[in-house]
């Protein structure tokens, strides 16, 4: 038998299934792409309304079906009641930490107020191959009334989140929490933002610790209109292999792997649209072979 709060999402996804043409055999070897698994009887179940997805798996799997039929981010999870930055994802070995820092600043309530429509991260890399400061530029739309934000910023294994500086642009700190590497930081927005509002926030982490670092890997909740990475390099210092890839989880192996070379200012840039949920990064290579820690950054 249906479940009654099902029915909005079976109507969603047989419309959207229907207007890209796909059969569920398809749906389900392109969702296999992204890392996701679901039976093709489960899929018929869900267009059907004989079941909902539930748990945090099926979650993520709708949160990737969104991707694949391209319909407009939120248009089936919102017949869920639940936002993309609500699904569950696997951050990494260090999910617990993060959620402690998070927990802190009231922030994973505070993110799901706010869709990602353009995420551009911008870091610089030291001669001594350190990441030094990293900005963030947003533009978000608003789900649920607020005049706040929330992030947090990972840095190296052994780094002390006391020494970063976080700033803001659009907005002030508010509460801050650190544990071991991690930073959580809030943000009082300048004004009350409603329902359907778009808004431009940049804020900025300044470094202190001196760690060297060989990657930069950034969470992409999936279906955001651009998402982009950059990546400057002291001219004193330049790498002699740099690589964009992306992975399902940020333990998980790499889904792609694209190579990339250094520009005129010595930096490079990844550029994407409608970019799949997971993770997104940049690592690179010195020839001296001196890089330091594997892990990288996470923001």
């Known amino acids: ?25 398809r749906v389900q070897a ?30 993520r799997a709708v949160a990737a ?16 009641g639940r936002p993309p930055s609500q699904l569950p994802v696997v951050m990494s070995e260090d999910a617990e930490p993060m959620q402690t820092v998070l927990q802190a600043i009231n922030g994973e309530r505070l993110m799901d107020n706010v869709r990602m429509r353009q995420a551009i991260t911008r870091l610089w890399v030291t001669e001594q191959g350190c ?12 789900v649920h009334p607020t005049n706040r934000f929330a992030f947090v910023a990972v840095g190296e294994p052994g780094a002390d989140a006391r020494l970063v500086s976080p700033s803001v642009e659009g907005g002030r700190i508010g509460r801050v929490a650190a544990h071991a590497e991690m930073l959580g930081v809030e943000i009082l927005l300048e004004q009350d933002h409603r329902r359907g509002d778009l808004f431009l926030l940049r804020y900025a982490v300044q470094d202190a610790n001196r760690v ?41 192996s790499d889904l792609m792997v694209v190579p990339l070379s250094l520009n005129a200012g010595h930096r490079v840039s990844v550029l994407r649209e409608r970019d799949r949920r997971g993770m997104m990064g940049v690592r690179w290579r010195f020839a001296d072979g001196d890089d330091g820690s594997q892990r990288g950054g996470i923001e």
């Open 30 to 59: 392109r969702l296999a792409e992204r890392g996701i698994s679901v039976g093709r009887s489960t899929l018929s179940f869900w267009q059907n309304g004989h079941r909902t997805p539930r748990g945090a798996a099926s979650l």
């Open 131 to 142: 990441i030094e400061r990293v900005e963030t530029q947003l533009v978000l739309r608003v």
């Open 212 to 252: 060297p670092a060989t990657q930069f890997v950034k969470f992409s909740v999936g279906g955001a209109s651009l998402n982009g990475l950059i990546v400057s390099f002291n001219e004193q210092r330049l790498p002699v292999q740099v690589e964009h890839f992306q992975r399902a989880e940020a333990t998980g």
């Open 1 to 25: 038998m249906s479940e009654p709060d099902g029915i909005a999402f079976a109507q969603a996804l047989r419309h959207a299934l229907t207007e890209r043409d796909l059969t569920l055999d």
């Open 65 to 80: 079906l969104e991707e694949v039929l391209e319909v407009s981010p939120g248009l089936l999870t919102d017949t869920l």
